[in-house]
C-alpha cells in the first residue's frame, strides 16, 4: 500500500468513524417523544439522557486527549467505536431509564474519543490549508450522521421496534471501529505517540491553558455550537411535534434542513477563513449576533412561528455548527500536532458543556411550568429564552478572550 493510498484510507476512515459517531449521538434526540413514552419520563428526566451523555463526553475530553498524544488516533478511535456499540446495546436492551442512561454515558464516552481522533488524523498526514479544509469537509460530511438518525433510524425504530433499531445502530459501530483498527495507519513521519511521555502531555497541556488563544478557541466553540445541538440533540423534535403540532416526517425535514445547511456552509466558511484569517472572529461574533437574533424573533413572534420562521431558525443554528470549527483554525496554527490531542479536547468541551447545560435548563424549565400539557408553545418560548442566557455567557468569555490575545500582542 503506498502513502498516498495509506494517507487517504486513515483519514477517509476516520471521517467515516466521526460519521458513525454522530449518528450515534442523535439517535435519542430523534426519537425522544418515542423514549419518553419507553421509559415514562417528564422533561427533567429525558433531558437526564442527553446531558449525562454529554457530560460524560465533555468530561472526557481532556483525558482522552491525553491519551490520544499518547498512543495515536487509531487505537483511540477504534475503542470509541466498541464503546459506542455497548452502549447503543445496553439502551436497546432496557427498559427502566437508569439502565438506558449507563448506556447513554457509554455513548458519551466513545464518543468523546472519535472527534478529536479524527482531527489528529487529519493533521497527522495534511498541512496549512490544505488541512483546514479537510477539517471543515470531515466535520460537515460527519454532520450528515444526524441525517441518517432523524430518517432511516427513526423509521426502522417505527418499523421494527426499539430493541433491533439500537442493536442495529451498534452493528454499525463495531463494524466501523473493526474498520479502522485493520487498515487506518498512522503517519509514521508524524505521529511520534510511542515516545511520549504522559507527564510531558500532561506538562503542555497546562502550558497551553495559560495562553489566551486557547481560551478563544474555547469560547468560540461554547458559544456557536451550542443551541445547535441542543435543538438536534434533544428539544428539537418535541417542540415540533409536541408544541407546534408538525408531523414527524416534517420535524425530520426540518432537522434534514439543519444538517443540509452544516454541509453547505462549512466549506465556505473554511474558504473564508483561509483567505481572511485576521477577520474570523468578526465573523464568529456575526454568527453569535444572528443566532441570538434569530431564537429571538421566534420567542417574541405571537403564536406559532410560520414555516419561513422556522425554516431561517434551523438554517442559521446549522450555521453555527461548522462556525465552531474555527476554534481548531485557531488551535492548529497555535500549537504542534504533537500537542493538539489534548489542547483540542479542552476547546472542544466548550461547545458541549455549554449544550447540555442548555438541555438541562431547557428540561428544568419546561417541568417548572408544569400544566395538563408539559411541551407547549409557550414553555417552550420561555425555556428557549433562557438557554439564551449560556450563549450570552459564551459571548463574554470570547470578547475577554480576544481582548486578552490583543493585548498580549500588544506587549510581545
Known amino acids: 500500500m503506498t502513502k498516498l493510498n495509506s494517507r487517504f484510507i486513515a483519514v477517509g476512515l476516520a471521517g467515516l468513524a466521526y460519521l458513525v ?18 421509559f415514562h419520563t417528564n422533561a427533567q428526566q429525558l433531558s437526564s439522557l442527553a446531558v449525562l451523555q454529554l457530560l460524560f463526553y465533555a468530561g472526557m475530553q481532556i483525558p482522552v486527549g491525553i491519551m490520544l ?40 464516552v466513545g464518543d468523546a474519543c472519535t472527534f478529536i481522533s479524527m482531527m489528529r488524523m487529519s493533521n497527522s498526514w495534511f498541512n496549512g490549508r490544505i488541512a483546514s479544509h479537510l477539517q471543515q469537509w470531515l466535520a460537515t460530511i460527519g454532520q450528515t450522521g444526524q441525517i441518517l438518525s432523524a430518517i432511516p433510524f427513526a423509521f426502522l425504530l417505527h418499523l421494527a421496534g426499539w430493541e433491533p433499531a439500537f442493536i442495529s445502530a451498534a452493528a454499525l459501530s463495531l463494524l466501523v471501529g473493526t474498520l479502522v483498527w485493520l487498515y487506518a495507519k498512522e503517519n509514521p513521519a508524524r505521529e511520534v505517540h510511542h515516545s ?14 495559560r495562553k489566551p488563544i486557547t481560551w478563544l478557541a474555547f469560547f468560540t466553540h461554547f458559544s456557536t455550537q451550542s443551541t445547535g445541538t441542543t ?41 473564508f477563513c483561509a483567505k481572511f484569517p485576521a477577520r474570523r472572529h468578526i465573523f464568529v461574533l456575526g454568527v453569535v449576533g444572528a443566532i441570538i437574533a434569530v431564537w429571538l424573533l421566534l420567542i417574541v413572534h ?27 483554525d485557531y488551535s492548529k496554527e497555535a500549537f504542534p500536532a504533537s500537542e ?35 411541551y407547549t408553545l409557550a414553555h417552550f ?29 500588544l506587549r510581545g
Do not use: C, E, H
Open 231 to 271: 435543538f438536534a440533540l434533544l428539544w428539537g423534535v418535541p417542540f415540533m411535534v409536541s408544541a407546534l403540532s408538525l408531523n414527524r416526517g416534517v420535524a425530520g425535514g426540518f432537522l434534514t434542513l439543519f444538517v443540509i445547511t452544516n454541509a453547505s456552509m462549512g466549506p465556505l466558511i473554511g474558504l
Open 196 to 209: 511520549t511521555r504522559l507527564v510531558d502531555v500532561y506538562s503542555n497541556l497546562k502550558k497551553n491553558i
Open 340 to 374: 493538539l490531542g489534548a489542547t483540542n479536547g479542552l476547546i472542544n468541551v466548550g461547545g458541549f458543556l455549554a449544550s447540555l447545560t442548555m438541555m438541562w435548563i431547557i428540561g428544568v424549565s419546561l417541568d417548572s411550568q408544569g400544566g395538563a400539557v408539559l
Open 302 to 328: 405571537p403564536g406559532a412561528p410560520p414555516a419561513w420562521m422556522l425554516a431561517l431558525l434551523v438554517m442559521v443554528i446549522g450555521v453555527g455548527g461548522p462556525t465552531s470549527m474555527v476554534a481548531f
Open 21 to 38: 459517531a454522530v449518528t450515534q449521538r442523535t439517535t435519542m434526540g430523534s426519537v425522544a417523544l418515542d423514549a419518553s413514552v419507553w
Open 69 to 108: 498524544d499518547r498512543f495515536g488516533s487509531r487505537r483511540i478511535l477504534a475503542v470509541g467505536a466498541v464503546l459506542m456499540a455497548a452502549g447503543q446495546v445496553v439502551v436497546g436492551l432496557s427498559t427502566l431509564l437508569p439502565t438506558a442512561v449507563l448506556g447513554r454515558i457509554l455513548v458519551g
Open 381 to 409: 418560548k420561555v425555556a428557549f429564552l433562557l438557554q439564551l442566557t449560556v450563549t450570552a455567557l459564551g459571548l463574554l468569555g470570547f470578547t475577554f478572550s480576544l481582548r486578552a490575545l490583543r493585548n498580549k500582542k
